[in-house]
């Protein structure tokens, strides 16, 4: 693995840490430093570059790991150096989401919850998604802070449920009435007219 100068010690940390095998969980996998840095340009950058020249580019990057800028071509030059604080300032948090977050079989029967409280980490990410104001959430949780619910939608975002989604049927939702209505005639007809 190249290093990535002193700005990235959190993504080597990440990328060096051995994977476990629980009963209860697979190996996590891992990416290293280079490949995060590869996966942002090509998301940033790699649509305007041709395959060719992202290849140079990301050889360039390895042959000189402690460069902040690199030439791309003759006209576009990358800013490696940001990328790579950006990077490593999204896996510091990533990582203080996952310092927050606590799965117990006893609390919520095992659903991962804020530590200290027993609210559900992936219902705080699900209302922030739905566009709930954060004002109105700490409203409900007022034992959160602005920063657990912020940490929750990083969390939930790094680990999706596993599996479908669970049809109607599985949730034991049933249908309870169905019904037919007629169209009125008159009521197209006057909708038309407007």
Known sequence: MHSLGSDCVGIITIAERSTKVSARRLPRRSLSGENLLQLKLWNEVGIILSQERRERLFDAIRSAPE??????????????GEARM??????????????????????????????????????????VEEGVSEAEILAGY????????????????AHPRRGRPKPM???????????RVPIQKEIIGAEAAR
């Open 67 to 80: 460069v902040t800028q690199v030439r791309a071509d003759d006209l576009i030059i990358i800013d490696v």
């Open 86 to 127: 950006q990077i490593a300032a999204r896996v510091e948090a990533l990582e203080e989401a996952e310092a927050i977050v606590t799965e117990n079989k006893a609390v919520m029967g095992g659903e991962p919850v804020i530590k200290g409280t027993r609210v559900p980490v992936r219902l705080i990410a699900s209302l």
């Open 142 to 157: 007022p034992w959160l802070s602005p920063r657990d619910v912020a940490l929750a939608s990083i969390w939930a975002a």
């Open 169 to 179: 049927v599985d949730d034991k939702l049933v249908l309870k009435q169905q019904q």
